[in-house]
């Protein structure tokens, strides 16, 4: 079985899309990023808050602000018998002689006042503004505020919003829009607070707009790789980029943040395939069995059956206060991939992948038990597939021991096993 990093150099370039529980490390295998991510803008979100450039200089703000520069402007004023500075006697006798020649009380006066809209100031608004807005008002973000990898966001988040609410110089900068021209300018400012947040609100700014180079975006996700936590599921992943791999090199990759757990799609011909990891699948599957469905005058183990889950359903009330229900059992594979006809938009054909991180044979043996019984069990439009719609299994494993021993079935099988030295079960034209 290949060792983690071994995985992680074959799948890296699939993975920039992973926003589950994991861990931030840099990204040294990715040789190309996989081109085609939906919701790009989201991940990007994500990505920037992830980059160290952005989180060391919300971390040293409270420092850099301390170096919050103003100009001094001269502006020359008429007053009435009021002198507010520096009079300016040649423009007051023209302006005296021009309204009343016989007026001793108007006075023109030079007076000072500091500025505030500086074109640095303005990106530096900016940049804050945009940063709050992220990590206060993004429902996206704000809901990975509890994941190990963006915990440094929840006190991060902070010294953003209190110098905006409470930095009476930085309040007296308005929000106006930027050319280009200026973010660059300041990009060269000796001032460190607003050339680094230049800098930052011109990365922003271009990825939103897709002004960049295919270089500095594979960077960015490369210094931002979340690596999944668990073994396991780094496994599961494993196989299912191999899935994508051996039936299509034009895939759009989805985010794998938890909603849908939809991984990739892609079309070929008249169909269209979607992939699904530790998911139930799209709406129209399901994996539930109902106490009804055991219900059976005939089958004597099929109503010993429903005799134990009413009894379970009874003293689970009783001893531990839990509503009582109907469901029996609902099943959760660890790979779905469902082909769908794009004229009618049904279900023809169903692909269910079990994974097994695992070179025992017993466990992989487990593995083939639960992934028939998905087989079968699984419903299509609330009726059972099997037998209404081709449905193959799939069983994924390390390199088992005895595996010269087994009989691999022909693409005929209902079910394949497929190994690390062992992929020719994954494509799936066949079905």
Wanted: charged share 30%.
């Amino acid at each position: 079985m290949p060792n983690q990093e071994k995985i992680i150099e074959e799948i890296a370039s699939y993975l920039h899309t992973y926003v589950k529980e994991g861990y931030v490390r840099f990204d040294s295998f990715s040789k190309k990023i996989h081109p085609n991510i939906n919701r790009f803008e989201d991940l990007f979100s994500l990505r920037f808050l992830l980059h160290e450039d952005t989180k060391s200089f919300v971390q040293e703000l409270p420092k850099l602000i301390r170096n919050f520069k103003t100009i001094t402007r001269t502006k020359q004023l008429a007053n009435r018998a009021e002198i507010r500075g520096a009079i300016d006697w040649p423009e007051t006798i023209r302006t005296r002689l021009q309204t009343n020649y016989k007026d001793k009380l108007t006075f023109v006066t030079n007076e000072t006042f500091r500025s505030f809209d500086t074109q640095e100031n303005l990106v530096l608004k900016n940049l804050l503004v945009l940063l709050q807005n992220e990590l206060y008002h993004n429902p996206y973000v704000t809901k990975f505020l509890d994941r190990a990898w963006f915990q440094d966001w929840k006190s991060l988040r902070q010294p953003v919003d209190k110098i905006l609410r409470e930095n009476i110089y930085l309040q007296r900068v308005p929000e106006a829009p930027l050319s280009v021209r200026s973010i660059k300018n300041t990009m060269k400012h000796r001032n460190p607070l607003y050339r680094r947040a230049a800098h930052l609100l011109d990365r922003y700014l271009r990825f939103k707009r897709g002004d960049f180079e295919q270089e500095e975006y594979e960077q960015l996700l490369r210094e931002t790789f979340i690596l999944p936590k668990e073994e396991d599921v780094l496994f599961e992943l494993y196989w299912a980029i191999q899935i994508i791999k051996a039936n299509t090199d034009e895939s759009t990759l989805y985010l794998m943040d938890g909603s849908d757990n939809m991984i990739a799609s892609w079309e070929k011909g008249d169909y269209y395939y979607t992939l699904y990891h530790d998911s139930t699948g799209p709406r129209d599957l399901s994996f539930q069995t109902y106490a009804d469905e055991l219900k059976s005058k005939d089958n004597k183990y099929i109503q010993q059956l429903h005799k134990s889950f009413e009894q379970t359903n009874q003293y689970a009330e009783i001893f531990f206060n839990r509503p009582r229900t109907k469901l029996y059992r609902q099943g959760r594979p660890d790979l779905i991939l469902t082909v769908r006809h794009k004229e009618t938009n049904e279900i023809e054909k169903i692909m269910i992948g079990e994974v097994k991180h695992t070179t025992n044979i017993n466990y992989a043996l487990r593995g083939l038990e639960e992934l028939s019984d998905y087989i079968h069990l699984v419903k299509y439009k609330g009726e059972y597939a099997y037998g209404q719609i081709p449905v193959k299994g799939l069983l994924c494993l390390g390199e088992i021991e005895g595996q010269e021993d087994i009989e691999q079935g022909g693409e005929k099988e209902i079910i394949q096993i497929v190994t690390p030295t062992n992929k020719k079960g994954l494509k799936f034209d066949h079905l």
